[in-house]
T-cell receptor, first 113, second 114 residues
């Protein structure tokens, strides 16, 4: 069964600290993995996309990693800011078909001053 | 840059009432999607339209209908609302012709069914 699991469910960190969010998946055949940021009351916005051949990609203070062998991805946030408070959703795309996206339930990150 | 626009932003209905959620995108995307988001659950696909003139069921289509009015607009209709349909509904669009493009989401419609 194609599934995407994220951990932790929620996380509270102090402003300026780093954190890492995890995503494990069983989706097959794998096409790509994308991390979205969803601010409260808003729709998700894409942060990064990882394909099979990529094992790390950065977008500012966000760095995503992918281990396609173990089917794990992580999102590392460096020097957190209050504006990083949001839900982070891992979405895995399977090859083929028009309905091929599998969503994690998200990690709720709260950055406190 | 409007992107994906959803209306209304909030709505309260009584059980059995009907309503249509509107979605429009100005990015000339060919594919459009309707999701619902419930606490503790990931986004679940209700219906999607791969291209103008086509619609297909997603994971949770029961109780909903859709219309792809034109390339820009994709509406979701609840014919007889039920409390189980209380949720946040997101519309998304995507350019399927370009590999690796993300879905672009609207800001959601928060729907409560009493």
């Amino acid at each position: 069964k194609n599934q995407v699991e994220q951990s932790p469910q929620s996380l509270i960190i102090l402003e300026g600290k780093n954190c890492t969010l995890q995503c494990n998946y069983t989706v097959s055949p794998f096409s790509n993995l994308r991390w979205y940021k969803q601010d409260t009351g808003r729709g998700p916005v894409s942060l990064t996309i990882m394909t099979f051949s990529e094992n790390t990609k950065s977008n500012g203070r966000y760095t995503a990693t992918l281990d396609a062998d173990t089917k794990q991805s992580s999102l590392h946030i460096t020097a957190s800011q209050l504006s990083d408070s949001a839900s982070y959703i891992c979405v895995v795309s399977a090859l083929g078909g028009a309905n091929n996206l599998f969503f994690g339930t998200g990690t709720r990150l709260t950055v406190i001053p | 840059n409007a992107g994906v626009t959803q209306t209304p932003k909030f709505q309260v209905l009584k059980t059995g009432q009907s309503m249509t959620l509107q979605c429009a995108q100005d990015m000339n995307h060919n594919s459009m999607y309707w999701y619902r988001q419930d606490p503790g659950m990931g986004l679940r696909l209700i219906y999607y339209s791969a291209s103008e003139g086509t619609t297909d069921k997603g994971e949770v289509p029961n109780g909903y209908n859709v219309s792809r009015l034109n390339k820009r607009e994709f509406s979701l209709r609840l014919e007889s609302a039920a409390p189980s349909q209380t949720s946040v509904y997101f519309c998304a669009s995507k350019d399927r012709a370009r590999v690796g493009q993300p879905q672009h989401f609207g800001d959601g419609t928060r729907l409560s069914i009493l």
